[in-house]
């Protein structure tokens, strides 16, 4: 075995010294280190956090995949170069190489920034806090070019991240100690210090900027909308998609977040696997679909009228909220993060709920960016140790109430 | 009365190696080690100095804390060796067995008619009040304490664990015996429990006990869960805690007079030829009581079973307590791609590229990797499904681990041992110690608090 020898060879080589952290980051994921247990338990399970983390990436590769076709399709729809899609989620519209080829190129950048950048730093701490490098932002990596507009600027995603991890996971102490999710902190900081790239109708299809000014110059081309479906909502606006479109995922949209059919069966993979929490996301649906029923309530009792600038988002089919904006990847891949939500499993039923519920209330209240999940989510990280505290109260009173029953 | 009690969360650990029912009877091994260290908490004082001749039974060293508790030599001979380690702490007592064993007479004693105070002094003269344990901390009893109610716990759980069933037939009336003894030493009740679906357990027809019939994986044997199942420790209360095995010891003791500790251990694990049950003293040197039945190459060796045993080499000895040996292989290989290959041949309680899950009736051979780095606590939920107490695990470890007195104590310190989280560490995908942070808490506790 040469390479395992040599490797071996060179960890020892490297032990104790600065490189270390950086050497056996690369090491372990070419091989399982051959550490045994000492005492304690003398054998352990087969999953590590590497693994744990995997599965997480796995289940995300279908919406990456589907998000690099829709990025092309979407681009030639808009310059009216092909037709909507007509026949169901395999349509021949959509999965072809043209569609695939202008995805990868303006997706892969955003893959490789994030991953160097994020990983670069994630180095760096490691060895200046001389631990292990953990593999925290293996998953955090991958969400980020899922959850920002495809045009998005590489100098800026760059500026974002290290602001995400420095500033959302190495202060705190690292992987595992961190109160806000890392990669919606990054989502955050563009949002409120580039709000022009993150909303409105020119960041959603690639080239929409270029072909605004080509139009404004004089070209004839078609105008096609690029908004998503709640910009359009938000603005009382008509849109031409259908709720099939919706569910499969032929809509403009963040990179990751338009297939609900994907995302759907990608949180079935990560419940089966016991990876996610399964009362996270179903409570979340809860707390959305209660939300949005509480709104179509409000709507048919006569409250509002039509005239109000939330007519449209209140009138919405409750049921609706469920496949548009980015409610469904929140919900499946952001809230279930095990180190900012509820710990308990109580609380995980609150939390979800609350996201859920407050995700559509600011999805439908915000006036400047017609989408809640983000800062529903964010928010709730915030409250998660206060749920989780309350939960454990109940625990620790139980036990003194035991006391005093005997006492007595 | 029986009472029956069904734990759900737990996990049944199967593994290759279990003990066949046969008995090899050994002769006694020549050189027998006592290591302080197994009675944890313990500071020794030496009674036996080196070159003493002293009989089976004769006190070795006696607790600083408390000079009436004595720590007896299993067998009689001549001290040959006391090693020390740093700052001259006693490491261990070695002892060379004599050809024939002689036994210090304690008298035999009419138990039924002996009193509380009787019972005690009795237990200490005679070097068997170490097998009394107490609740909280998991450490020896404190003799001034009286005891709210004592546990036994008459069946195993943990993986590949003798069955006490076979190791305890024909001792009924040493268990009576002791059994009889221990109602003098509480006002509460003494608590047995057994297998519900073992009808040929000894503790049956026992009288004076409480029985509970419990069901369910692995811990359901701990005692702990028992405990907290029938009768939870409040702050301010005091448990003790006997095994079935050490019982029989003070069984025998009060019927002859004679301090006998002589058990049947099971040899486990896959690193043996033929697994099976050999007799020992608490001490006895590893390397004779598994002789040529083990495949030493590349073997870890535990005194104890897998999840809360300690590791020895081939020329350590059996731990005090302890009433098995397991040996199975170590894991200090790399493994290529090992933590994103679908994996077969490990145990798993998720079901990430694990396919563990498809095999419920598999037993499987598991090496000592650890199978990932020490990570930061990250998942979730995890710890839950294998935890039966009315606790929760991840806060009550993060409690140990900022030394929180206050928290660790409403969070249910009072109630756990160092094993009860072996199961979580056992399942803890960013490989945290459980039992030894457990164990440390613990410690702080009795420091500071008492």
């Known amino acids: 075995m040469g390479l395992k020898s040599n490797l071996h060879k060179l960890k020892e080589k490297y032990k104790d010294t600065k490189m270390a952290p950086a050497f056996n980051a690369i090491h372990t994921f070419l091989y399982l280190p051959n550490e045994t247990a000492h005492n304690g338990t003398h054998i352990k399970v087969a999953d590590d956090l590497k693994r744990t983390m995997n599965t997480v990436i796995m289940a995300l590769i279908p919406c990456l995949i589907f998000g690099m076709f829709n990025a092309g399709y979407q681009h030639y729809l808009a310059l009216g170069e092909i037709q909507r899609v007509s026949g169901g989620f395999f349509s021949s519209e959509f999965w072809t190489m043209a569609n695939f080829t202008v995805g990868f190129w303006k997706i892969l950048p955003l893959i490789i920034v994030s991953y160097v950048v994020g990983l670069g730093i994630e180095i760096l701490f490691a060895t200046i806090k001389k631990h292990e490098v953990e593999e925290g932002y293996l998953v955090t990596g991958m969400l980020v070019p899922l959850i920002v507009p495809i045009d998005i600027p590489l100098w800026m995603l760059a500026v974002a991240v290290i602001f995400g991890v420095v500033i959302g996971k190495e202060v705190f102490g690292g992987t595992g100690m961190n109160i806000l999710n890392p990669a919606l902190t990054i989502r955050a900081f563009l949002f409120f210090a580039y709000p022009t790239w993150m909303s409105g109708d020119k960041v959603w299809v690639t080239g929409a900027v270029e072909r605004t000014n080509e139009i404004v110059a004089g070209a004839k081309l078609d105008v096609i909308s690029g908004e998503t479906i709640l910009g359009s909502l938000a603005q009382g606006k008509e849109f031409a998609y259908s709720t099939w479109d919706m569910f499969l995922g032929f809509v403009p949209g963040s990179v990751g977040e338009t297939s609900t059919l994907l995302i759907l069966l990608g949180g079935l993979f990560l419940i089966f696997t016991k990876i996610g929490s399964w009362r996270i996301m179903l409570s979340a649906t809860l707390g959305a679909l209660a939300m949005g029923l509480i709104f179509n309530g409000v709507v048919n009792a006569g409250w509002i009228g039509e005239g109000s600038k939330f007519y449209s988002l209140m009138t919405t089919p409750y049921w609706h909220h469920l496949l548009i904006g980015g409610f469904a990847f929140g919900a499946v891949y952001m809230a279930t993060d095990p180190v900012t939500a509820s710990q308990t499993n109580k609380g995980k039923w609150i939390y979800g709920f609350l996201i859920g519920f407050i995700s559509i209330m600011i999805r439908v209240f915000n006036p400047a960016y017609p989408e809640g999940v983000m800062l529903a989510i964010l928010l709730m990280n915030v409250f998660a140790p206060t749920i989780d505290h309350y939960v454990v109260q109940g625990n620790v009173k139980k036990r003194l109430k035991r006391l005093k029953v005997k006492t007595t | ?450």
């Not at chain 2, 081939?314 to 791609?337: C, H, K, R, W």
């Open chain 2, 1 to 450: 009365m029986s009472t029956d009690i069904r734990i759900k969360k737990g996990l049944d650990i199967k593994l290759v190696g279990e003990a066949d029912k046969i008995t090899t009877e050994l002769p006694i091994s020549s050189v027998h080690a006592i290591k302080p260290e197994d009675f944890h908490g313990i500071i020794p004082k030496l009674i036996a100095k080196e070159k003493a001749q002293i009989k089976a039974g004769e006190a070795l060293f006696y607790s600083k804390a408390d000079e009436r508790i004595l720590f007896p030599s299993p067998i009689s001979g001549e001290v040959i060796e006391i090693v020390r380690g740093a700052k001259r702490k006693i490491v261990e007592i070695k002892i060379l067995a004599d050809k024939t064993q002689q036994h210090q007479d304690f008298e035999k004693k009419d138990t039924i008619n002996m009193s509380n105070d009787e019972v005690k002094t009795h237990l200490l003269a005679s070097g068997c009040w170490p097998f009394i344990k107490q609740r909280p901390y998991d450490v020896i009893a404190n003799p001034n304490n009286a005891p709210k109610a004592i546990f036994i716990s008459g069946y195993t759980s943990a993986p590949l664990a003798g069955d006490l069933d076979y190791t305890l037939k024909g001792k009924e009336a040493e268990l009576q015996e002791g059994i009889t003894a221990l109602t003098k030493l509480t006002t509460g009740k003494v608590h047995v429990s057994v297998n519900l679906n073992e009808t040929l357990s000894p503790f049956v027809n026992l009288n004076g006990i409480e029985l509970h019939k419990v069901s369910g994986p692995h811990p359901a044997g701990n005692v702990s869960t028992q405990i907290n199942k029938i009768d939870p420790i409040n702050k301010g209360e005091v448990v003790w805690i006997v095994t079935p095995q050490d019982l029989v010891i003070i069984g025998e003791l009060l019927l002859t007079g004679k301090f006998n500790a002589k058990r049947i251990i099971a040899l486990t694990g896959s690193q043996f030829n033929t697994p099976k049950y050999v007799t020992a003293l608490p001490g006895a040197q590893i390397k004779d009581l598994v002789s040529d039945n083990l495949n030493s190459e590349n073997t870890r060796i535990i005194s104890g079973n897998v999840l809360s045993g300690n590791k020895v080499s081939i020329d350590g000895s059996l731990g005090y307590y302890d009433n098995q040996i397991t040996a199975i292989p170590e894991g200090d290989d790399y493994e290529f791609m090992g933590w994103n290959k679908p994996i077969f041949n490990k145990v798993s309680t998720s079901r990430a590229f694990t396919f563990s899950w498809m095999f419920p009736k598999k037993k499987f051979d598991l090496n000592t990797n650890t199978n990932g780095e020490h990570r930061a606590f990250v998942m979730t939920g995890t710890f839950e499904e294998v935890f039966p107490l009315d606790i929760f695990p991840l806060q009550i470890l993060k409690s140990c681990l900022y030394k929180d007195l206050d928290e660790m104590e409403a969070l249910g310190m009072y109630e756990v041992a160092p094993e009860d989280f072996a199961l979580t560490e056992f399942v803890c995908v960013s490989k945290q110690p459980h039992q030894k942070i457990i164990r440390e808490g613990l410690d702080l506790m009795l420091k500071e608090i008492g």
